[in-house]
């Protein structure tokens, strides 16, 4: 069994809770529902606006970052991969 | 108004008849409180609930001309009977009656099937010709007035509400599933389907004939719009517009009772109260509806109207408990799952309507359809204009300014918001090019439908069924007049004229009159451009122009607020008690359309948040309201 990386740790630490809020939220725990990393939240439907604004409330909270106005684009937050990237580079600052 | 029932057909005995209609007339008493009567001839079969509005004492129904050879039940209002009524005096009928119920009589003899055609009201008949045995059902242009029928073998039965078909022994209820899908997709069933599979809607503006045991239905009169930059100037567009709803208005107050009207506080009501209030010797009444939250509250502008006019006016407010307590009954009456509150609050106002002694109101539905009202024709036109520059976030901040009541949107950066609205990424020549976001969106809520029920589906697409069911003449149109049609001639009757119209104000033995939807200023608003309508993005142009100096700038100029209620909230304020019963794994188990662990899951999350997104709101109330569906109407099946 290989051994997970520090950087891949890391990266796993905020991608567990962010696909499970994402499911839990969104999909009301509907894991038959396909959610590859680089799917679009949007264009899936599976937020709207109110679901953009729940989405920055849990990031905030959960790993206690202040999401600026103007990083609320869907380049941070669209899909599971941009969101892990976005929060990442957030805390590498 | 009033409620009409019957059957054609073999398939009724003749020592059952009388009881089977009589039954099917009593399940529409609240259509009709005040008079009941059945007519038998054989195999046809009608019978009537009324409300007395027009010749009090001599309407009674069903009515038959002096030979017999004619029979018809009817409900709604022919506006124009006075002068149809004249000019058949002048050709040497005689009439025996003050109703307009005799006059289409008379047409039907005179004219035939072409008397469709000469009626400005809101009706649905079923007429007995007994010279050429023959049943003929018809319904108005616009779909006002309902009209389901169902067949037994050879035998088909008919009524104003489906609850009348389900008295009929061996009709039972049971939920469309296809029905469900267009629900959560277009709001509405495509009529001539119901939530009820067999159970079909005469779809407006259609005549049924029944004859020789052949069935034939077809349509007698449908909305069209000009082809695309074939535009007639038009001088005095403004001056005509406000002479044929000032006549719309005057014909809609005939009536041997008097005759209210609503006040929303926006630009519709307020011009038809104002045009009624100068037509009225006594003092006309108005009645609106308020909402504890700011976000859906317009008590002030409602006020301000009324002491403008100087009318007698009655206000109710409409809390969350309200809401809740009335949302069973609302599905009841309206007879088919819902993805809004936003009815219940109009029944509870037509309540207070029936308690203050009117039988009778006008309201302002059908400005937005017909004059480019609603955000959705804005929306489309800035999500053509984003689309040609879709680097602008200039154009893309325009979207928040659509949506002003939104919180939500108003947070987002242009780059959200161009994602949200698609613009720039969608193909313009798509039919439903206008509606697509709201389609997509509203379809979420499918995510909850259980694995069975996704089964049954299959690869059933709702919006390719309603690109299926567009004329050859709609792909000539100007996109404006594309999305107006889709509003019209699909959401209009289907949803707004029926849950939010005739089901709840019937459900307190109300009628609603539409000035908007004389046939006159149908025709007149079609054949207008575009830019009469929708210039740039100031809607309703021209009726704005028309309201100057009949209603106060203010009102005129106010942004416009879309009638909203409470959703989700509302049971999240309340938490009636048989929410846990219609949402229990019980209930859902047993109904098998739903996913019971994400219902679980969408309850807890909707019902601990102050709001809840459109998604979740959509989503929830469809569910609870397909469940209060289940719970009454297919458990009397079993």
């Known amino acids: ?93 | 108004m009033c409620g009409v029932a019957g059957f054609f057909g073999n398939g009724v005995a003749p020592a059952e008849a009388g009881g089977l209609l009589n039954r099917m007339a009593t399940s529409l008493s609240h259509r009709g409180p005040d008079d009941s009567g059945v007519h038998i001839d054989g195999m046809a079969g009608l019978a009537h609930r009324r409300l007395s509005l027009v010749g009090l004492s001599d309407g009674q129904q069903p009515m038959s001309d002096p030979s017999a050879n004619l029979v018809i039940s009817y409900n709604g209002e022919i506006f124009n009977y006075v002068e149809l009524r004249n000019e058949l005096i002048a050709k040497g009928r005689r009439f025996r009656t003050q109703s307009d119920t005799e006059v289409i009589l008379h047409l039907y003899d005179e004219k035939g099937l072409d008397c469709l055609n000469k009626l400005n009201g809101d009706f649905a008949f079923a007429l007995w010709d007994a010279r050429q045995r023959r049943m003929v059902l018809a319904r108005d242009r616009m779909g006002v007035r309902p009209l389901f029928h169902t067949r037994r073998g050879e035998t088909l039965f008919f009524a104003s509400e489906i609850k009348a078909l389900l008295t009929v022994p061996g009709i039972e209820a049971r939920l469309d599933p296809f029905a469900l899908d267009q629900i959560f997709t277009l709001w509405t069933p495509l009529a001539p389907r119901t939530a009820f599979e067999g159970i079909s809607e005469l779809p407006p503006g259609h005549l049924m004939i029944v004859e020789d045991g052949r069935f034939e239905q077809r349509a007698w009169w449908r909305q069209t719009y000009p082809d695309a930059g074939d535009v007639r100037p038009r001088p005095d567009a403004v001056e005509e517009l406000r002479a044929l709803l000032n006549d719309a208005t005057r014909i809609r107050l005939r009536a041997d009772v008097p005759v209210g009207s609503y006040l929303s506080g926006g630009l519709d009501s307020s011009f038809v109260s104002a045009l009624a209030a100068r037509m009225r010797p006594e003092q006309l009444r108005t009645f609106s509806l308020g909402f504890d939250s700011d976000e859906h509250d317009e008590s002030r502008w409602q006020s301000m109207m009324a002491s403008e006019l100087g009318v007698h006016h009655t206000a109710v407010r409409c809390t969350a408990g309200d809401i809740a307590a009335l949302f069973p009954s609302v599905v009841a009456h309206v007879e088919r799952p819902i993805l809004r509150t936003a009815p219940a609050p109009l029944a509870k106002l037509s309540a207070l309507v029936h308690d203050s002694g009117i039988k009778a109101v006008l309201t302002g539905e059908g400005a937005d359809e017909l004059f480019a009202g609603y955000d959705i024709f804005r929306e489309a036109k800035l999500r053509r204009f984003c689309g040609r520059q879709p680097q602008s976030k200039f154009r893309t901040l325009l979207f928040q300014r659509l949506y002003p009541y939104l919180p939500g949107l108003q947070r987002q950066t242009p780059e959200y918001l161009a994602r949200f609205f698609g613009a720039g990424d969608e193909q313009i020549d798509d039919p439903l090019y206008s509606h697509r976001p709201r389609f997509r969106s509203t379809s979420s809520a499918k995510l909850f439908f259980s694995p069975d029920l996704k089964q049954q589906l299959g690869n059933y697409d709702a919006t390719a069924e309603l690109v299926s069911m567009l004329p050859a003449d709609f792909y000539r149109w100007h996109p404006l007049h594309q999305a107006q049609y889709l509003e019209t001639v699909f959401l209009l009757p289907g949803y707004i004229l029926s849950a939010q119209g005739d089901r709840v104000m019937m459900a307190n033995s109300v009628e609603g009159r539409f000035p908007f939807l004389d046939p006159r200023v149908i025709d007149f608003a079609a054949s207008l451009s575009p830019n009469m309508k929708l210039n740039g993005l100031r809607e309703k142009h021209i009726l704005k122009q028309a309201a100057k100096g009949l209603v106060p700038d203010a009102i005129v100029g106010r942004p416009k607020q879309p009638y909203r209620a409470p959703d989700s909230q509302t049971f999240a304020a309340t938490q009636p008690r048989y929410l846990g019963g219609v949402l229990s794994d019980g209930a859902i188990g047993k109904g098998g359309l739903f996913n019971a662990a994400a219902v679980e899951k969408l309850k807890n999350k909707v019902l601990k948040q102050e709001t809840a997104s459109f998604r979740d709101d959509t989503a929830f109330i469809g569910i609870v309201s397909t469940q209060l569906w289940l719970d009454t109407f297919s458990t009397r099946a079993e």
């Open chain 1, 1 to 93: 069994m290989m051994g997970h990386t520090g950087t891949e740790t890391m990266i796993d630490d905020i991608r567990t809770p962010i696909r499970a809020f994402i499911v839990e939220n969104f999909l009301f725990g509907d894991e038959s529902q396909p959610l590859p990393d680089d799917m679009s939240l949007i264009d899936n439907d599976l937020v709207d606006s109110t679901g953009i604004l729940e989405l920055v409330g849990f990031i905030e909270k959960e790993f206690g970052l202040k999401v600026e106005d103007r990083e609320i684009v869907p380049a941070n937050l669209d899909s599971l991969a941009r969101i892990v990237a976005y929060i990442d580079g957030k805390r590498a600052h």
